[in-house]
């Protein structure tokens, strides 16, 4: 059964600070990996997608990349910013699981002004 | 503007009232799911649907049903609801098996 591990939970920076989250994976069998941003009783918001023949996929500010073989991703957030406060949630979309996307617990990011 | 649509935003509802969670997608995706968030276990599917008329269970299947007559719609039914399914509920659509999610606003459920 696949199982998705973000580190670390919780992280507060001050404003502009490039930082990394990450996430790991236990099944290497997967379609594609998928960064979501959830902020307080709010839907979630895609914001990269990596497909498992991909390494990276870059927006604006944001670099995802893919070790699939190792089962790891990071998400990098460059100049960070108070407006990127939101918990992040990395899921991972299985081949032998009716594509189900199997989700980390987040990373709960505060960035401070 | 291409979305996934959940009514209600929030319900609170008492025990053994039969209630429906619809879902919309104005994106022709193929593939739908219904997830739940609960503090401390994550988001864990509910149930899925590939296409018009196929559907399968998820991780937490117990006390929900689905249909899925048309492409569009996918509801979520609670025949008869328990405090244990008070929860964030998220509706997802995708355009096929593999491509990325699109996930709608959320329903808030409370069962008293």
């Known amino acids: 059964k696949q199982e998705v591990t973000q580190i670390p939970a919780a992280l507060s920076v001050p404003e502009g600070e490039n930082l990394v989250l990450n996430c790991s994976f236990t099944?290497?069998?997967?379609?594609?990996l998928q960064w979501f941003r959830q902020d307080p009783g709010k839907g979630l918001t895609s914001l990269l997608l990596i497909q498992s023949s991909q390494r990276e996929q870059t927006s604006g500010r944001l670099n995802a990349s893919l070790d699939k073989s190792s089962g790891r991703s990071t998400l990098y957030i460059a100049a960070s910013q108070p407006g990127d406060s939101a918990t992040y949630l990395c899921a991972v979309g299985g081949e032998t699981s009716g594509s189900r996307l199997t989700f980390g617990e987040g990373t709960q990011l505060t960035v401070n002004p | 503007e291409a979305q996934v649509t959940q009514n209600p935003r929030y319900l609170i509802t008492v025990t053994g009232k039969k209630l429906t969670v619809t879902c919309s997608q104005n994106?022709?995706?193929?593939?739908m799911s219904w997830y739940r968030q609960d503090p401390g276990l994550g988001l864990r599917q509910i149930y899925y649907?590939?296409?018009?008329?196929?559907?399968d269970k998820g991780d937490v299947p117990e006390g929900y049903k689905v249909s899925r007559k048309e492409k569009r719609n996918f509801p979520l039914i609670l025949e008869s609801p328990s405090p244990n399914q008070t929860s964030l509920y998220f509706c997802?659509?995708?355009?096929?098996?593999?491509?990325?999610?699109?996930f709608g606003s959320g329903t808030r459920l409370t069962v008293v």
């Open positions: 099944d290497s069998a997967i379609y594609n």
């Open positions: 994106m022709n995706h193929e593939y």
């Open positions: 997802a659509s995708s355009f096929r098996v593999g491509y990325g999610y699109t």
């Open positions: 649907s590939m296409n018009v008329e196929v559907t």
